[in-house]
């Protein structure tokens, strides 16, 4: 098979156009989705949730956070380990699930989780019976049966029922039926999910594998393990070389030969155009560092710096807060990492100002 050779610039732009990031302006949160694979859930609102900031740099105006909402209340879009997907891809997972629960191949660290869980068995059952009869619930209507409690030294030591739905998710019994406020509701899994035909699981991960190449246009084969979603693509799509990076690459050949038009974004520190902060700085040659739980004297570029988007450049960093008591939305510094052209400054001024608008904030 060919390998294609690329230039930076070239992979920078199938990376950008295949998120929705270029001149193209999408209209549909579902088809959002569909294109991105997923939303990725964080708590952090010092501008805007992640999941909202991420559809608002696809979507503009158009999109409201009561989209999202609404989507996940009727179930065209559903919440898995913190990551919004159209209810048609839970098909590609629950193969993997029944594998799970059936005691397939697992690594040690996932090899002890189910351990506690089989330890626990009694509790676990005593959660999908509660379930069965009263949910959706919230974790805190669950009593704590465990008879080992879950040990850990980090914030989840013996938070057993929470531990306890975590694991159960996986194990494709309970599914997140909805939110109360910031709190999960939970119910049993087959009353949550599609009963669409399940994939198998081999031919499942090939999918998965491609759906991600599609949605980031180009990524490296293999990559570091990761609990929830992959940075990898396995053997999708057709070889490639990037000029300046060693190794090889995957690109999704439909993305090859595309004109590209590019624009100004501002994106959430969780976009998936910068998930990947060693694709990121490989093909993009930016640092960036989200800088949330460094003191406020160590940080470069502030609490929750937004990466500024220019065409097929990530040009710099916007530091800047939704104060909602105050109305205001506080710019305290663009951080550019090159010289920007009046024509950058023009097109980034006016991205600052149709992010407040949409926040209904007034630039402060």
């Known amino acids: 098979m060919t390998v294609h050779e690329l230039s930076r610039a070239d992979a920078r732009r199938i990376a950008v156009r295949a998120q929705l990031l270029d001149r193209r302006q999408p209209t549909d949160l579902l088809d959002v989705v569909r294109q991105l694979?997923?939303?990725?859930?964080?708590?952090?609102?010092?501008?805007a949730p992640s999941a909202d900031l991420v559809v608002w740099s696809r979507l503009g105006d158009a999109y409201a956070p009561a989209q999202l909402d609404a989507a996940l209340r009727d179930r065209t879009l559903v919440e898995l380990r913190a990551m919004v997907r159209p209810a048609e891809d839970m098909c590609l997972y629950r193969a993997?699930?029944?594998?799970?629960?059936?005691?397939?191949?697992?690594?040690?660290?996932?090899?002890?989780?189910?351990?506690?869980?089989?330890?626990?068995?009694?509790?676990?059952?005593?959660i999908l019976a509660r379930l069965d009869e009263s949910g959706p619930l919230l974790s805190r209507d669950l009593p704590d049966t465990a008879v080992q409690p879950w040990g850990s030294s980090g914030w989840t030591n013996n938070r057993n029922v929470s531990q306890m739905l975590e694991f159960l998710v996986q194990l494709g019994e309970v599914a997140v039926a909805g939110r109360q406020g910031r709190q999960r509701l939970w119910d049993l899994a087959r009353r949550?999910?599609?009963?669409?035909?399940?994939?198998?699981?081999?031919?499942?991960?090939?999918?998965?594998?491609?759906?991600?190449l599609t949605s980031l246009g180009i990524a490296r084969a293999r990559g570091q393990e990761c609990a929830v979603e992959p940075w990898d693509v396995?053997?999708?799509?057709?070889?490639?070389?990037?000029?300046?990076?060693?190794?090889q690459w995957r690109v999704d050949p439909?993305?090859?030969g595309q004109p590209f038009t590019g624009r100004a974004a501002l994106l959430s520190p969780f976009d998936r155009l910068v998930h990947d902060r060693k694709r990121m700085v490989e093909i993009f040659e930016y640092e960036y560092q989200l800088e949330i739980y460094k003191p406020a004297e160590r940080r470069r570029w502030g609490y929750y710096a937004l990466p500024i988007l220019y065409g097929d450049?990530?040009?710099?960093?916007?530091?800047?807060?939704?104060?909602?008591k105050a109305g205001v939305f506080t710019v305290s510094a663009?951080?550019?990492?090159?010289?920007?052209?009046?024509?950058?400054?023009?097109?980034?001024?006016?991205?600052?100002?149709?992010?407040?608008?949409?926040?209904?904030?007034?630039?402060?």
């Open 192 to 212: 949550v999910y599609r009963d669409d035909p399940v994939v198998p699981a081999e031919k499942a991960r090939r999918i998965q594998d491609e759906r991600r």
């Open 313 to 324: 450049r990530l040009v710099g960093k916007l530091d800047a807060t939704a104060d909602r």
């Open 96 to 126: 993997d699930m029944a594998e799970r629960s059936g005691r397939g191949e697992n690594s040690p660290w996932r090899e002890a989780r189910w351990q506690w869980v089989t330890a626990n068995d009694s509790f676990r059952r005593d």
């Open 334 to 364: 663009i951080h550019r990492d090159v010289e920007f052209t009046k024509a950058m400054t023009t097109a980034v001024n006016e991205e600052i100002e149709n992010l407040s608008r949409w926040l209904g904030l007034k630039p402060g």
């Open 254 to 256: 439909a993305a090859l």
């Open 234 to 247: 396995g053997e999708a799509g057709e070889p490639a070389v990037v000029e300046g990076t060693r190794g």
């Open 37 to 47: 694979t997923l939303l990725q859930l964080d708590p952090t609102a010092a501008v």
